[in-house]
Structures are given as structure tokens and as C-alpha cells.
């Protein structure tokens, strides 16, 4: 088939046009300054801002992944926003993938996508969704918690903020989360493409039409196999550098009050919606990896991916 990824020069992009490249399909990754260097070499790359509907083509293609990242660990800076980037850029990736008859589109949301919901993120995220689902297309939404792996900014991001020996944590670290490792999130996209089940996976075809509708409709969310707190996942990427973390708790309400203060300044790049952030757990109410015939012992924990080193 093919596949056009937008994001796919990304963390989590790289890794699916690899999947997609391996599994026969003929892939293309669209960003705005896209770099081929860290893509198998048949992959294709190809310029293209989601937020300009005109720099957009995806004559040709079956299956449109929609990838494109604005951070939520960060503050966004500049003219761009949450809003600019997930939604406006999803309905001008639904509209232009609409126009070209793409006849499958898969995009990538975040769990606790709401378009009523606590952070600029979120509520970009969840409006995009209803954009998606109001589309003409055979659309499936994928909401993964958070993904770390080898480029990935989780776990670096984590001990940044939790400096080693002492750290001070908004709510004293409790938030959970279900991390998920990057190359199974690729996997389970891939299947999402080509409408097959990684854990059972049926021969597609790689060259004709998308056959297979088993996951046109669906919303599914996404966990990796365990739920770790933020001072959990801090005690183990500190650990694999020989270092030991002990969190102490900064009230959430003080931490609110401290991010709002700093909030105007543009070189702090953690605000307000950073620490509201925290104030939610980021795990699945149902983790769906059974419709991709898989279960949480499939996957890689984050300890065994710290430890390999
Ligand atoms: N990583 C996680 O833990 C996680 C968790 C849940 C959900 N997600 C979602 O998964 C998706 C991928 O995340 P990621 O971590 O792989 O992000 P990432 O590493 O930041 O990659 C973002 C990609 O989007 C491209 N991009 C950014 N703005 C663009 C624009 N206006 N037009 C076209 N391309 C643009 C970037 O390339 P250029 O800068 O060259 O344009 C890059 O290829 C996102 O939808 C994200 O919200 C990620």
C-alpha cells in the first residue's frame, strides 16, 4: 500500500515508516523540514506544512497516518499553538486526504483527549478527533499514554524535573502513567494501517487497496504493561545511572500558583499546563491491545528497556 505518515520524521514517525518500510509498503514522511537520515532508505520524504492546506498533496496515496507533534511537555512558542497544530492541522490533513480520495486516515490522539479537557493539549487533541470522526473517511483513532524509546523525550524530560537526590514534585510525584514502548506503538499503528493484528497477524497485501475494515470506526487506547508513577519512573531512570531520587512534595496548589507566575516568561519552558498536566493520570480505562491480538506480557516494560542499556 501507500502509506503517507505526516510527522514521520518524527520520534514516534521514524520508528512507524521503519514498521511500514519492513512490513512492504511503499512509505512516504511528510514534515516541514524533512530529513532523510534517520529513515530506512526506501522511504520516501516529502515538505509539507499541516497548516498550510496548500503545501499539502496526497494524490496517490491509500493510507494517511497523522502524526504531527506540538509538544505538551513544553510550552509552545511563537504563533504556534496546540490549536494551530493538532486541530487546525487535522482538518486540513482530513480535507486534503478527502479531496484525493486517501481512502483510510489513522490519527494519532493522547489518552484523556477531550475537547472540554484540563490543557491546551488536550482540548486540541479532542476536538481534532471530532473532526476525524466527522470525516467521509474509513478513519481509526489511536489514544497511546506516554511512549519513550530510543529518541523519545519522556524519560530524559522526567529526570530533568526530577533533578537526582532531591527532587521537589508537584503532588509529590503521584501521577500514573502506563508508558509504552515506541516499537510496539509503531507495530500496533502498522496494523491499524493495513487492518491486521500484530499478535496474529494475516497476510496483507503490501501493493493493492486497504482490504481489511477490522479497525475502521474504532478508538482505542493505548498502555504499556505496567502503570508507574512520575516519582517511580524517576527512581528508575535515575537508577540506571547510579543514582538514587527522593521526592519531596510540593502542594499542587502552590505548584499552580508558582507555573502561572512564570507562565509569561518566554524562556521557562514549563507553565501552567504543564503542572495542570500532572494533576491527571495519563492511563487507559481499558488498554485495547486485545484488538491487535496482543497483551500487556507482549510488551517491553520501561525497566527492561532501561536496563538494556
Ligand atoms: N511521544 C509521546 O509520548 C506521545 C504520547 C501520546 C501521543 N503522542 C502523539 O503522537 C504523535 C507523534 O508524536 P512524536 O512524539 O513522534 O512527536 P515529535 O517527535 O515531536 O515529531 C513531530 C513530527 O511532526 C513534524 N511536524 C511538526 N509540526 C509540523 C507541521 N506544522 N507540519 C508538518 N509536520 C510537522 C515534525 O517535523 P518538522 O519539525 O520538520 O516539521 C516531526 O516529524 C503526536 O500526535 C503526539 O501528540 C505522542
Redesign the pocket.
Known amino acids: 500500500m501507500r502509506v503517507l505518515v505526516?510527522?514521520?520524521?518524527?520520534?514516534?514517525?521514524r520508528h512507524l515508516c521503519a514498521e511500514l518500510d519492513e512490513r512492504g509498503h511503499d512509505v512516504t514522511a511528510?514534515?516541514?523540514?524533512?530529513d532523510a537520515s534517520d529513515l530506512p532508505a526506501g522511504v520516501s520524504v516529502v515538505q509539507?506544512?499541516?497548516?498550510d492546506r496548500a503545501s499539502l498533496d496526497f494524490e496517490g496515496q491509500d493510507v494517511v497516518v497523522?502524526?504531527?507533534?506540538?509538544?505538551?511537555l513544553f510550552q509552545p512558542t511563537g504563533d504556534t499553538t496546540h490549536e494551530s497544530?493538532?486541530l487546525d492541522?487535522t482538518r486540513n490533513v482530513v480535507s486534503e486526504a478527502t479531496d484525493a480520495g486517501v481512502e483510510r486516515l489513522v490519527q494519532?490522539?493522547?489518552?484523556g483527549a477531550d475537547p472540554n479537557g484540563p490543557t491546551e493539549y488536550i482540548r486540541a487533541?479532542g476536538k481534532a478527533e471530532a473532526v476525524v470522526r466527522e470525516s467521509d473517511l474509513d478513519w481509526t483513532i489511536v489514544r497511546?499514554?506516554?511512549?519513550f524509546g530510543d529518541g523519545?523525550?519522556?524519560v530524559e524530560f522526567t529526570k530533568k524535573l526530577t533533578p537526582p537526590y532531591l527532587a521537589p514534585l508537584p503532588g509529590g510525584g503521584r501521577t500514573r502513567f502506563q508508558p509504552i514502548h515506541v516499537e510496539d506503538v509503531a507495530s500496533i499503528l502498522a496494523d491499524v494501517v493495513e487492518g491486521t493484528s500484530t499478535g496474529n497477524r494475516d497476510a496483507s497485501s503490501s501493493d493493492g487497496a486497504v482490504e481489511d475494515e477490522r479497525h475502521v470506526g474504532e478508538t482505542y487506547e493505548i498502555g504499556g504493561p505496567e502503570v508507574l508513577t512520575m516519582a517511580e519512573v524517576a527512581k528508575l531512570a535515575h537508577r540506571t545511572d547510579g543514582r538514587s531520587v527522593t521526592v519531596v512534595p510540593i502542594p499542587m496548589a502552590l505548584a499552580k500558583l508558582g507555573s502561572a507566575a512564570i507562565d509569561p516568561v518566554p524562556f521557562i519552558p514549563f507553565g501552567s499546563d504543564q503542572v495542570r498536566s500532572l494533576e491527571f493520570d495519563n492511563t487507559t480505562r481499558e488498554n485495547d491491545l486485545g484488538a491487535f491480538d496482543l497483551s500487556e506480557d507482549d510488551l517491553l516494560t520501561l525497566e527492561a528497556y532501561l536496563n538494556r542499556g
Open positions: 505526516t510527522g514521520g520524521t518524527g520520534f514516534i514517525g511528510l514534515a516541514r523540514s524533512p509539507g506544512d499541516v497548516t497523522n502524526l504531527v507533534a506540538l509538544s505538551p497544530v493538532h492541522g494519532m490522539s493522547a489518552l487533541k497511546p499514554s506516554v511512549v523519545g523525550e519522556f
